[in-house]
């Protein structure tokens, strides 16, 4: 049975588009079977439309929902109460040292929701250490490390599979930490484990043009190590992260604007990745930007990532409203401290809306989301009405 679910009159459609763009037209190639033939046509998009709506009207997309979870109790709440709408959840459990000690512990009372509700397991373990990192890649015997605790912990616990996370990466260590993702999928798949990689916001293989020494700091130090293609054959599937468009070091802006956002996923389907293997990773934190000070740099401008329930009450203790940006697609707001505004750029349920609509309107995977307990309640209406959450065996 496809993703879409039976419809009334065929057993199975199969929808292949010759160009897979986020725009224009194409040309649909369907394959309907019934119990004795198969047939197989060609059609222009618009009569093709029509008759997909026509065939399978009121079926819902179904979506790998993959939620990440921190050990907060805002987190492990939010997990509790709406865990029927989640595929896998990935603690954010475990990090990783300079000779391949992986070491944490996920919450048990996460273990037991899971296996009572029917979610699957598959913590991360996660560093930004540049130098650490550079260490274990380039040491045969804490990789080694790496992979047989990974083995061991999934099997103590019954995970699903486990998930990288490794931030920081300098850029010459792109292909070293290819072949060492290579080499732990074909460790845990042998164990019957999958296995996943975090790719940082990159839409291409070289720094960006404009803001050049910014642009350059990205990208020898963050965007420049993820062999994308390469990773994404070897993974059971990619989260890519659509976030963050602006960061401390910018000026303040949207954690992921619609024209952004569109750009990273369109990104990946520029590279060919399979539709299946692409899980799109969307914030459900908002950013406060505001002036602060320390000893070591004096003063300066810095944002925090707050959650939807911290941004409406700064809103209501500061009497400010939200404002829609338009060709952005989010929620800002604006007030004034002793002359010197503070912003506050929000990731709500109708930012969330046209970003999850292409995951949908794609026939993506899914999606990831980072993080349980940040979110604006109303998301959980959006999934609901918009999709339906992909139970895994």
């Known amino acids: 049975m496809s993703q879409f679910g039976k419809s009334a009159e065929f057993d199975d459609i199969i929808l292949v588009p010759k160009r897979r763009t986020l725009q224009g037209p194409f040309f649909i190639f369907f394959q309907l079977r019934d119990m004795k033939k198969i047939k197989s046509f060609l059609v222009p998009f618009p009569i093709s439309l029509l008759f997909f709506v026509n065939s399978i009207q009121g079926q819902q997309y179904i979506s790998e929902n993959i939620y ?95 998930q990288m996370y490794l931030e920081n990466i300098f850029f010459a260590d792109k292909d070293v930490y290819t072949s060492f993702f290579k080499q732990s999928a074909d460790s845990l798949h042998q164990h019957g484990l999958i296995i996943s990689m975090a790719i940082v916001k990159s839409n291409q293989p070289a720094p960006e043009t404009g803001n050049s020494p910014y642009q350059l700091y990205l990208y020898e130090n963050w965007t420049g190590a993820f062999d994308i293609p390469s990773i994404a054959a070897a993974s059971d599937f990619i989260p890519f992260m659509t976030y963050d468009q602006h960061i401390a070091y910018t000026p303040p802006g949207p954690v992921a604007g619609i024209h952004w956002f569109k750009g990273m996923l369109q990104s990946l389907l520029d590279l060919k990745i399979p539709l299946n293997k692409i899980s799109l990773w969307i914030p459900v934190y908002s950013d406060y930007w505001f002036p602060s000070w320390n ?69 993506l995977r899914g999606i990831s989301v980072w993080v349980l307990g940040a979110e604006d309640p109303e998301v959980w209406n959006v999934l609901k009405k918009e999709a339906r959450a992909k139970r895994i065996e």
């Open 68 to 162: 990440y979870l921190n050990n907060s109790p805002d987190s492990y709440e939010s997990f509790l109460k709406n865990a029927d709408q989640i595929s896998i959840v990935c603690p954010a459990a475990y990090s990783i040292d300079s000779v391949g000690v992986i070491s944490g512990n996920v919450d048990r009372r996460v273990l037991e929701t899971a296996q009572q509700r029917g979610v699957k397991v598959m913590p991360l373990f996660a560093s930004f250490d540049q130098k650490g990192i550079h260490d274990f890649l380039n040491n045969a015997t804490a990789r080694k490390e790496v992979i047989r605790l990974m083995l061991f912990f999934a099997n103590l616990f019954h995970y699903y599979g486990w």
């Open 295 to 363: 000893q070591s740099q004096g003063g300066y401008s810095t944002r925090d990532e707050i959650s939807y329930a911290r941004a409406k009450d700064l809103m209501d203790q500061y009497m400010v409203k939200p404002e829609w940006m338009p060709d952005q697609q989010v929620n800002y707001t604006r007030w004034e401290e002793a002359g010197v505004f503070n912003w506050l750029f929000l990731e709500d349920a109708k930012s969330f809306g046209p970003k999850f609509m292409l995951a949908k309107e794609q026939h």
